[in-house]
């Protein structure tokens, strides 16, 4: 590895099964050519079927992990995941102030896929409050921008209104992910303050194998972040990126296999 090789961090929860949370972000931080740092909040028992168990890590931990980075690397780019509580989200908030961390990519983890809860429902209000203003951009999927806004997004017109009050709750820019929408084809819509709007299109794939694919997206767009590349190439990198991880996909498991990394 060079000297000069971007560093960047991934504040997030530790999946055993190895498809998302910490292990999806170091499997792509490694894949974009970046150096990944990381600070776990939580540890989970999980595999291709399920979370089984959710031990969150003291603060005192998540504290001392923060500073330990913090104090020594040049972080160009940080990622959160699954913050769990709202200690974690206020220690969090706090260290990219002190660090003066940039290019912050707030990915809102509340529950998986297997319906287990990543994030207590008492902590979203200061998800939105601290950790929002302070984020380059947030990427919900559907549920989780339904739950931020209140709104049932059905049509189109559904994702820009979301869009707009996620906005509105102080952030520079949304990704609204598309995966979780039945149609032909994936759209995700990325908004900004100034209201410049892209849609990235991918054809939808049929395959239950897309365990970690939200995980891995803003672990690959914070990687391309952390290079210095504009948010629209990063966001370009990161769509292929995934769509070449569920293409390729690894049937590992009995259940929702991980995406495939080395694609
Ligand atoms: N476990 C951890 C630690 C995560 O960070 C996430 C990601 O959002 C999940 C599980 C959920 O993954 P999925 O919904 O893709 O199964």
Not at 15 to 23: T, Y
Request: with cysteine; net charge negative; charged share 20%.
């Amino acid at each position: 590895m060079s000297d000069s090789m971007p560093c960047v961090l991934t504040i997030a929860g530790s999946d055993s099964g190895g498809g998302a949370g910490i292990q999806a972000d170091i499997k792509s931080f490694q894949e974009r050519d970046v150096f990944g740092t990381s600070v776990i909040t939580a540890i989970t028992a999980q595999n291709t079927c399920g979370v089984q168990g959710v031990y969150p890590v003291e603060a005192k931990a998540v504290q001392q992990q923060l500073q330990s980075v913090g104090e020594d690397f040049f972080i160009s780019a940080v990622k959160t995941g699954m913050l769990f509580n709202t200690d974690t989200i206020a220690l969090v908030a706090n260290a990219i102030s002190e660090y003066r961390w940039k290019n912050i990519v707030v990915d809102p983890v509340m529950v998986s896929t297997s319906g287990h809860i990543l994030l207590e429902e008492e902590a979203i209000d200061t998800l939105k409050t601290k950790l929002f203003p302070l984020a380059r951009i947030v990427t919900p999927n559907i549920p989780e921008a339904e739950h931020l806004t209140g709104l049932k997004i059905e049509k189109d017109i559904d994702i820009l209104k979301a869009a707009e009050r996620i906005l509105s709750m102080g952030v520079k820019s949304v990704l609204i992910k598309g995966g979780h929408k039945k149609d032909e084809y994936v759209e995700d819509v990325y908004v900004d303050e100034k209201g410049v709007c892209i849609r990235f299109s991918s054809k939808r794939i049929d395959t239950k194998n897309t365990h970690g694919t939200g995980c891995t997206f803003s672990a690959v767009l914070t990687a391309e972040l952390g290079k210095r590349n504009n948010i629209d190439e990063a966001l370009m990198t990161s769509k292929r990126y995934i769509q070449s991880a569920i293409e390729n996909v690894i049937s590992l498991g009995h259940g929702h296999g991980p995406t495939n990394h080395g694609a």
